[in-house]
C-alpha cells in the first residue's frame, strides 16, 4: 500500500534503505528506458530557453512500469538553475500570488518575505522555514481541491515558457500553464500521498520542476491500495505526468541533502538568463537547505474559455 511505503521513506529512526530507489538515468534497465526527443523545437534547436538547454541534448527517460511518467534528466544550464530559483525565493514568494503564510499574520502590510528573510535576523530565522508554498494562476484552493474563476491572477510569463518548451520537447503541442504549485520543502518536510484531479483537463500532462536538495519522490497507482515505486528527483530534474500515470498517487516522504549542486557549476556559453549576483548570493543561502518543486498545471480544455462554476449566467444579452 502508498502509505506503507510513505512510511517506511519516511521514517528517521531507523532510516531507510535506498537501494530500490531508482537513481535515473543509472536506473537497472528494466526500469528506464532512454526516449528520443520527440519533436524539435524549432526556435530552441540551438540556443537556451528560459534556462534550459537546447532540446536536442536533453536526456529523456520513461519508466516502462508506470506508462505516460516522463523524466528528463536536469536540462537546466547552471544560470537556469540559480535564475529558477531566485524567482521562486524572490518573486514568487509575493503578492499577487498567494502564499501559506497570508493567514499566519507573520507579514506586514507592506512587507515581503524575501525582504524580511534576507535581513539575516532573528526574525529572519524563524520566518524562513514557515514559506511552505506559493499558488500561481488559478489559485489551488487546499480545502475544496477547485479551482474558481474568481480566485486567479496571471501567471508570470517566463513560468508558461519555460513549461511549454519542456512539453512541447516531448510532443506535447498544446500545454499552457495555467495553475502553478511553488512548493518550498525544508530538510524535514514531506508532501502526503495525493492525486492531482482538480483540473478540468486531465488530459493535459503536469509539468513537475525541481531545484536544490533532492527528493525521494513515491509513485504508486491508481488506487491507493497500489504498491509505489521510488524514484530521486535531483536539482533541475523534470517529471512530467501525462496519460495514464496523471492520475496515479503521488507523494514525497523525504528531502535528501543533495550529492552534486549544479546551481553552484560555471556558466556557459549556452546561457541565456542571467541573475543579479547579490540576489543569488541570497537565494543560494536558502537552497542549501531547501528544495523547490514548480507544480504545473494546464486548468482549462482546449478551446474552454473558463470554467463552468461561472459559466452559467454569463451569456445575459443586453
Ligand atoms: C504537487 C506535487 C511533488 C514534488 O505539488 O502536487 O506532487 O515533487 N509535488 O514536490
Ligand atoms: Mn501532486
Given at each position: 500500500?502508498?502509505?506503507?511505503y ?25 526500469q ?60 514568487y ?42 499558488t500561481?494562476?488559478?489559485?489551488h ?28 520537447g ?10 502553478a ?21 486531465l ?41 495514464e ?69 454569463s451569456?445575459?444579452?443586453?
Amino acid at each position: 500500500m502508498f502509505k506503507d511505503y510513505f512510511k517506511y521513506y519516511k521514517s528517521r529512526n531507523p532510516p531507510p534503505n535506498n537501494e530500490n530507489v531508482i537513481d535515473v538515468p543509472n536506473g537497472a534497465s528494466q526500469q528506464v528506458r532512454r526516449l528520443p526527443v520527440q519533436c524539435s523545437i524549432p526556435y530552441n534547436t540551438d540556443r537556451s530557453i528560459f534556462g534550459l538547454k537546447p532540446v536536442n541534448s536533453w536526456e529523456i527517460f520513461e519508466l516502462p512500469h508506470i506508462p505516460g511518467l516522463i523524466f528528463i534528466k536536469n536540462p537546466f544550464t547552471s544560470s537556469g538553475q540559480r535564475y529558477w530559483i531566485t524567482r521562486c525565493f524572490k518573486d514568487y514568494s509575493r503578492k499577487p500570488n498567494k502564499l501559506n503564510i497570508d493567514v499566519h499574520g507573520v507579514l506586514g502590510e507592506q512587507e515581503t518575505w524575501w525582504e524580511v528573510c534576507t535581513r539575516g535576523d532573528q526574525r529572519a530565522a524563524v520566518l524562513i522555514p514557515k514559506l511552505r508554498w506559493a499558488t500561481l494562476g488559478y489559485h489551488h484552493n487546499w480545502d475544496t481541491k477547485h479551482y474558481t474563476e474568481d480566485d486567479k491572477i496571471e501567471i508570470p510569463g517566463d513560468v508558461d515558457e519555460m513549461t511549454k518548451a519542456i512539453a512541447k520537447g516531448l510532443g506535447f503541442d498544446n500545454f499552457k500553464a495555467e495553475a502553478a504549485i511553488i512548493n518550498f520543502y525544508r530538510m524535514n518536510s514531506t508532501l502526503a500521498g495525493h492525486v492531482d484531479h482538480s483540473e478540468d483537463n486531465l488530459d493535459a500532462p503536469l509539468v513537475s520542476v525541481s531545484f536544490g536538495q533532492s527528493a525521494i519522490f513515491l509513485i504508486g497507482g491508481l488506487k491507493y491500495e497500489d504498491p509505489a515505486h521510488a524514484l530521486f528527483v535531483h536539482s533541475g530534474d523534470v517529471l512530467v505526468m501525462s496519460g495514464e500515470s496523471r492520475l496515479r498517487y503521488h507523494g514525497v516522504p523525504r528531502i535528501v541533502t543533495a550529492g552534486r549542486t549544479p546551481w553552484d557549476d560555471e556558466q556557459s556559453k549556452e546561457d541565456d538568463v542571467f541573475v543579479n549576483s547579490e540576489d543569488w548570493s541570497k537565494a543560494r543561502s536558502f537552497i542549501s537547505e531547501a528544495r523547490i518543486n514548480m507544480n504545473v498545471r494546464r486548468v482549462l480544455k482546449s478551446g474552454q474559455m473558463k470554467l463552468n462554476d461561472h459559466e452559467a449566467g454569463s451569456e445575459i444579452d443586453f
